[in-house]
């Protein structure tokens, strides 16, 4: 008998990372001239969302990844101090995603967020977002996406050949530019301080869907390690964002200061961190 086919899950790639900064932080950050005009591409967003209401962000955007930086919290985000956003590049790739989830056991909620576009009387369907559940108040998201033809189609973003829905066209659309001459890259890692049982519940949802989980609590996936720092008690946040660098030495200094709790480390030509001290908000 002809075996069938295994089709393999689909692997989600890291979209963008939120942290939650004081005001006074945020706007140091934004205030800035050298992480717009030598670091990376920079974007303030306004958006207008069916789930997280009026809300604005700003964006260091790499090749293919994004840090999204937020000065006040979404509306109805609660207790909201960062999260990690992932993207699917293949269409239909929710649905299956769903599906792998299910037969893992992992808790999420499922919804087609709508944006409120010029020229549309109603919302218009903007991406399909796999909310995995972490567990009671937690300050943390994990949602994995996957945009419509709609969403592209607003931007001016235009499938690659093969139809998949790059994050490296997103960007270049709704950013602009390809980021020639700055320094980021992308987001090569991620750290964060999470409860046990936070971290768990991480490691089930993302091992499903491509990631492997070391005994050292590190996940490594597709183009990113993630490290999961349990901790009982201690202000559950996202520490660190490892970048890599383009390798071209043009930083005027080592290490950059935004306000109290943010600072961005230049470790070598081909590798960075943006660091996360404890804040108001945590």
Not at 4 to 28: F, G, I, S, W
Not at 115 to 141: F, K
Not at 142 to 163: C, I, K, R, S
Not at 257 to 264: H, N, P, Q, S, V
Request: with cysteine.
């Amino acid at each position: 008998m002809e075996k069938t086919a295994v089709q393999a899950p689909p692997v989600p790639r890291l979209d963008h990372v939120m942290v939650l900064l004081d005001p006074a932080d945020y706007q140091a950050v934004a205030d800035a001239p050298f992480l717009g005009s030598r670091f990376a591409r920079r974007k303030l967003k306004h958006a207008d969302s069916s789930v997280a209401g009026s809300y604005s962000t700003l964006g260091l955007a790499g090749d293919n990844t994004l840090i999204e930086l937020f000065g006040t919290p979404p509306a109805g985000a609660g207790a909201l101090v960062g999260g990690l956003v992932f993207s699917f590049e293949q269409p239909g790739s929710s649905a299956r995603a769903r599906a792998v989830l299910d037969d893992a056991g992992v808790a999420y909620h499922q919804d087609l967020v709508r944006r409120t576009l010029p020229g549309h009387d109603e919302p218009q369907p903007w991406y399909h977002r796999i909310s995995v559940g972490l567990g009671p108040a937690c300050p943390m998201v994990l949602f994995l996406n996957e945009v419509t033809p709609a969403y592209l189609a607003a931007v001016g973003a235009a499938p690659a050949p093969d139809g998949s829905l790059t994050r490296a066209g997103y960007l270049d659309a709704v950013v602009g530019g390809s980021g020639d001459g700055m320094l980021m890259r992308d987001i090569e890692s991620v750290t964060l301080v999470t409860t046990p049982e936070r971290a768990a519940r991480l490691t089930a949802a993302l091992a499903p869907v491509g990631f492997a989980a070391g005994d050292d609590g590190v996940l490594r996936g597709p183009d990113l390690t993630l490290r999961l720092c349990p901790a009982q008690g201690a202000p559950e946040r996202i520490t660190e964002i490892g970048i890599r660098l383009s390798g071209a030495d043009t930083a005027e200094q080592r290490e950059y200061t935004f306000g109290a709790a943010c600072r961005l480390v230049i470790d070598s030509p081909e590798s960075g961190r943006m660091l996360f001290s404890p804040s108001s908000h945590s």
